[in-house]
Structure formats: C-alpha cells, structure tokens
C-alpha cells in the first residue's frame, strides 16, 4: 500500500552548491530505485540550527515529499547513516490531514509567487 512519506535532511555547510545538488541527487535517484514517486521538494537553503552538531551551528535544509511502501524508508534511512554529509534526518508518514495541508501551503506557495511575478511586470 502506498503512503505518503516527509524526509527532511540536513548537511553539512561546508559543502559547495555543486556538493549539495549530488547529494539531493543522489538520495532522489534512491527512492526512484525503490519505485517511490516524488511529489514535491523543497531546498530551505543555508539555515540556523537549534543547538551545535559536530561542532557546527549552521546546515543545508532539504525537504522531499514522496509516495511509497514502506520498503523504501528503510533503504533511504541506511543511505543516510552512511554519507557523512548528511548531519541529521527525519522521515515521516503522513497521515491525510497532513497531506492536504500540504498541498494548500503548496498552491498558497505558487499563487503568491505568480502574484510576484505579475507585479513586477507592472
């Protein structure tokens, strides 16, 4: 049965914007190969973090959104423990309220942008 899944992974902030792409790639192509469907993703960027990891204060934010068994979480979650880049990880299930909420902050997300963009044409 297919669920909707929420990983939210940070790494380290000395890795270059180059660095950080293949490893956002990298963990994408891993849920591909376990027949997860990417729904949404979200880069949070450079980012404070609430208390020191290996002595560092700041980490690259990234969210992704996908549908899958539950086969696959245990695949990514191995993954993350192994690459050294990636500080911490937290993966989800979400249940269907959390989904809806989901996809209303993304639509509010892209009619505010187009409203950007539509003003600064004016």
């Keep these: 049965m297919e669920r ?18 293949e490893t956002v790639e990298k963990f994408r192509n891993i849920l591909q190969k376990n027949q ?53 990880f937290l993966t989800v299930k979400m249940d269907k309220h959390a989904v809806e909420y989901a996809e209303k902050r993304r639509n509010q997300k892209a009619n505010n942008t187009k409203k950007d963009e539509t003003q600064k044409e004016q």
């Design 4 to 21: 909707h899944y929420e990983t939210v992974f940070i790494t380290t902030p000395v890795l270059s914007e180059d660095q950080m792409k």
């Design 36 to 88: 997860a469907e990417v729904v949404h993703e979200e880069n949070w960027g450079l980012r404070k973090l609430a208390y020191p990891i290996d002595k560092k204060s700041t980490g690259f934010y990234h969210l992704i959104e996908f549908k899958s068994d539950g086969s696959a979480i245990d695949n990514l979650e191995v993954e993350f423990k192994r690459d050294e880049r990636v500080i911490r």
